[in-house]
């Protein structure tokens, strides 16, 4: 089976810097994405990782250790609009290309 | 830029009504994806598709079937809907290939079933 943890709920403040955090344990891992989803949305894609180590994009890094089962998504320079549910999708392969995804985080970035 | 449509943003049904949700891209993806979205529980893969006339059950398939005759389209059904059916139905589509390529999602339907 799988299992993705990720904290429900965080707070932070404007202009500051957040890291959420995601481990997971899988069998044929094939990939790890970050997704970011508003209320009433639909989830929009956010980051791409296979290898382990950083990639950043804009505001938005993501690391990862495959070794370690761990990722975090970094967001920096926080506005209002960040605030989100982050979702932590794991990509496993066995024949097919699945994704399964953690209950998410609820960013809520104050002023 | 991909685009993936829901017959409908909101739908209400009646327990034991036959539910028909469809789901439209126009990137020519090859897969195709079923999830239901529930508070607490987050997003639970139903049923997905590899190709045309092809179907795989997910995590969740109990109560559920599926359709894809074409490939732009591929449709949810419930067969007899139930109370606890209720929930936000969202519909994906990706490339093809071992990678794990990005899925990208429809706007959601809120089904509320009384």
């Known amino acids: 089976g799988q299992n993705i943890d990720q904290p429900t709920e965080m707070t932070a403040t404007e202009g500051a810097i957040v890291q959420i955090n995601c481990t997971y344990q899988?069998?044929?891992?094939?990939?790890l994405f970050w997704y970011q989803q508003h209320a009433g949305e639909a989830p929009t894609f956010l980051s791409y990782?296979?290898?382990?180590g950083l990639e950043e994009k804009g505001r938005f890094s993501s690391f990862l250790s495959r070794s370690k089962g761990y990722s975090y998504l970094l967001l920096k320079e926080l506005q209002m609009k960040d605030s989100a549910s982050y979702l932590c999708?794991?990509?496993?392969?066995?024949?097919?290309?699945?994704?399964?995804f953690g209950k998410g985080t609820m960013l809520l970035v104050s002023p | 830029d991909v685009k993936v449509t829901q017959s409908s943003r909101y739908l209400v049904k009646r327990t034991g009504e036959k539910v028909f949700l469809e789901c439209v891209q126009d990137?020519?993806?090859?897969?195709m994806f079923w999830y239901r979205q529930d508070p607490g529980l987050g997003l639970r893969l139903i049923y997905f598709?590899?190709?045309?006339?092809?179907?795989e059950k997910g995590d969740i398939p109990e109560g559920y079937s599926v359709s894809r005759e074409k490939k732009e389209r591929f449709s949810l059904i419930l067969e007899s809907a139930s109370t606890n059916q209720t929930s936000m139905y969202l519909c994906?589509?990706?490339?093809?290939?071992?990678?794990?390529?990005?899925?990208?999602f429809g706007p959601g339907t809120r089904l509320t079933v009384t």
């Open positions: 899988t069998s044929g891992f094939n990939g």
């Open positions: 990782n296979v290898l382990d």
């Open positions: 990137m020519d993806h090859e897969n």
């Open positions: 994906a589509s990706s490339s093809s290939g071992r990678a794990g390529y990005e899925q990208y």
């Open positions: 598709s590899y190709d045309v006339k092809m179907k």
């Open positions: 999708a794991v990509s496993s392969f066995s024949g097919y290309s699945t994704l399964t």
